[in-house]
């Protein structure tokens, strides 16, 4: 419906009787209105006081376009209906409510349009219909995501950051936006110094360099109990990062070591997830610079130094209520002061417009921390990076115990993913290409099963759920794409081009066609909200309707050009499925 209104400017109109951007219309209105079929019509329903009385997101964060050129519509006339859309369409408008009934046919004709004229769909798979996007100011977004520590395993915390922050990027990227997607790793601070400690007692050259994030895991885990039991052993960890910081030859050749096998270890998975970046960084980058904020916060009398030699930043000056520490007695620098050094360089070399920080919501308090102390050296751009949090996830294990490292979760996935496709009978994968659509089943069903549950919400996470078909789960959307695909090649199709007149006439057919009308809806929405649970629920309910498509309507033995234009709807909708 979205695509309709847009094209007959009703968006317009609504805008401007409201005095609210056009893009807000588009993608936070509209969506949220309630539809009903009515003697072959569509009636939508606007409370227009509501809609003013409400917050906007969107408003926030797009162009507000002139609409001054379009006709207002009358309200000075109770119950005024207006005939609008051919076919006896009309806006009614009553005190607060403006109503629009938009014909079922209309709906066919001009979602048509958008879909396989506008947009060009079927000679570009994953293009979006550029009927929002236009209304949005394009920026320069850089998204930190996954983060994993050297020192630690890559676990289901980093999973989540890591799933979440790709979507972003991708609905960002999708929408128009510049996005600069930086994995900032954790390789610096004193769990370095316990590493080198442990790897300087256990480590084993051999099976480093065969599994090199368990080796170290393995040798972290026991020089970290040591740490805690023995009070040599901590102050042994702590010369060990010293020697690091001054730049000892022997340990900065172990660091550098543990570095390049552990990023390259990381890109395995990253590929495995379709996961990407632009920029590989780490703490030990901003070491210096975070030294040198410290003293300059000292020369500005914003530092309270307690007894032991430790200083905390004076944050309440900037309505903070928190003062966190930033040094300690060994000059050393901290966590929250690399970050604020971080943040800088990347706003100096990027420019940027948003900084989107996709971490966990347990470190809330250190981004308020960070952004605040942005705000306390003057940075006038320090309002523009958000904390996109998230959720837990509770009881993801493999047969084999309590899950520890991600390869171990995707290695499972896909097992199981084997087991689905030798018990399926209708699965039609030669053996040679099994495995690599077991890869993919295992990989869609643990990334949808992820973004479904909304990115605030702790959830339990539940194997069977993940890869059942009975509640279009990623197994299923890639069983329903595999199908549709099938079909189509089955009955000769040629995407090359659309012919005109295409007809679609059964209540299946314009379910399908309209709620494909809302895909650039949710992509925008998605990206503009950093909720790519909207789009994850918006794929899996276009795949219900592919699916009953698929069952109710007749193809095979349709009579042409009913077959054609069926076959073009479903090629448009798997095309969706999969740009999605």
């Given at each position: 419906m979205a695509s309709i209104l847009?094209?007959?400017?009703?968006?317009?109109?609504?805008?401007?009787?409201?005095g609210v951007p056009v893009a807000r219309v588009a993608c936070e209105i509209l969506p949220q209105l309630p539809v009903k079929p009515v003697n072959h019509h569509f009636i939508m329903q606007i409370n227009t006081r509501k809609i003013l009385e409400s917050q906007s997101v969107v408003s926030r964060k797009?162009?507000?376009?002139?609409?001054?050129?379009?006709?207002?519509?009358n309200i000075n006339i109770v119950s005024e209906v207006t005939p609008y859309f051919p076919g006896g369409g009309f806006v009614r408008e009553n005190f607060n409510v403006i109503e629009f009934a938009v014909p079922s046919d209309e709906i066919a004709t001009e979602s048509y349009k958008d879909l396989f004229i506008e947009s060009n769909g079927i000679e570009n798979d994953n293009a979006l219909p550029s009927l929002i996007t236009p209304y949005i100011d394009k920026q320069r977004i850089v998204v930190e995501f996954s983060s994993p520590n050297i020192a630690k395993?890559?676990?289901?915390?980093?999973?989540?950051?890591?799933?979440?922050?790709?979507?972003?990027?991708?609905?960002?990227?999708?929408?128009?936006?510049?996005?600069?997607?930086?994995?900032?790793?954790?390789?610096?601070?004193?769990?370095?110094?316990?590493?080198?400690?442990g790897y300087a007692k256990y480590g084993n050259t051999d099976e480093f360099e065969a599994f090199p994030i368990k080796h170290l895991f393995n040798i972290y885990v026991k020089a970290y109990g040591e740490s805690q039991h023995i009070e040599t052993v901590a102050e042994e960890a702590?010369?060990?990062?010293?020697?690091?910081?001054?730049?000892?030859?022997?340990?900065?050749?172990?660091?550098?070591?543990?570095?390049?096998?552990?990023?390259?270890?990381?890109?395995?998975?990253?590929?495995?997830?379709?996961?990407?970046?632009?920029?590989?960084?780490?703490?030990?980058?901003?070491?210096?610079?975070?030294?040198?904020?410290?003293?300059?916060?000292?020369?500005?009398?914003?530092?309270?130094?307690?007894?032991?030699?430790?200083?905390?930043?004076?944050?309440?000056?900037?309505?903070?209520t928190i003062n966190p520490t930033v040094c300690r007695d060994n000059g050393m620098s901290l966590y929250?002061?690399?970050?604020?050094?971080?943040?800088?360089?990347?706003?100096?070399?990027?420019n940027f417009d948003r900084m989107l920080y996709v971490v966990d919501q347990s470190q809330a308090e250190h981004f308020q921390n960070l952004f605040l102390s942005l705000k306390l050296l003057g940075e006038e751009w320090w309002s523009r990076c958000e904390h996109i949090t998230f959720g837990k996830i509770r009881g993801m294990s493999t047969r084999l115990g309590t899950v520890v490292f991600l390869a171990d979760v995707l290695e499972e996935a896909k097992e199981r993913a084997?087991?689905?496709?030798?018990?399926?009978?209708?699965?039609?994968?030669?053996?040679?290409?099994v495995e690599e659509a077991a890869e993919r089943l295992a990989t869609s069903a643990i990334i949808l099963f992820d973004l479904k549950h909304g990115r605030n919400k702790n959830y339990a996470f539940d194997w069977e759920a993940a890869l059942t078909f009975a509640d279009y789960s990623g197994v299923t959307l890639q069983y329903t794409h595999a199908r549709i695909h099938n079909l189509l090649l089955y009955n000769d199709f040629d995407p090359s081009s659309v012919p005109e007149g295409l007809t679609f006439v059964t209540p299946e057919e314009l379910s399908l066609?309209?709620?494909?009308?809302?895909?650039?809806?949710?992509?925008?929405?998605?990206?503009?909200?950093?909720?790519?649970?909207?789009?994850?629920?918006?794929?899996?309910?276009?795949?219900?309707?592919?699916?009953?498509?698929?069952?109710?309507?007749?193809?095979?033995?349709?009579?042409?050009?009913?077959?054609?234009?069926?076959?073009?709807?479903?090629?448009?909708?798997?095309?969706?499925?999969?740009?999605?």
């Open positions: 847009l094209r007959s400017t009703v968006v317009e109109r609504i805008a401007h009787r409201l797009v162009a507000t376009r002139d609409t001054s050129t379009v006709p207002e519509l395993p890559f676990h289901v915390g980093h999973l989540r950051s890591t799933i979440i922050g790709n979507a972003l990027s991708n609905l960002n990227q999708a929408i128009g936006h510049n996005v600069t997607r930086i994995n900032y790793l954790g390789d610096w601070g004193m769990q370095l110094g316990i590493l080198l400690y702590k010369n060990y990062f010293i020697k690091l910081v001054n730049g000892d030859p022997e340990m900065r050749k172990l660091w550098e070591g543990f570095k390049e096998l552990s990023v390259a270890e990381y890109g395995k998975l990253y590929e495995r997830l379709g996961v990407r970046f632009d920029e590989y960084s780490g703490e030990s980058l901003y070491d210096s610079a975070a030294i040198e904020l410290v003293k300059y916060f000292d020369s500005q009398s914003q530092l309270l130094y307690d007894g032991d030699g430790s200083a905390t930043l004076q944050l309440n000056a900037v309505g903070g929250l002061t690399r970050d604020v050094a971080a943040a800088r360089d990347r706003f100096n070399r990027l084997l087991n689905i496709i030798n018990m399926k009978s209708t699965t039609k994968v030669n053996f040679s290409e066609l309209y709620y494909l009308s809302f895909y650039e809806t949710y992509v925008v929405r998605s990206g503009l909200f950093s909720d790519p649970a909207q789009l994850a629920r918006y794929l899996t309910y276009l795949c219900k309707l592919i699916n009953r498509f698929y069952r109710e309507v007749k193809i095979r033995d349709s009579p042409d050009p009913l077959k054609r234009s069926r076959l073009v709807l479903l090629n448009r909708a798997v095309s969706v499925l999969a740009g999605g």
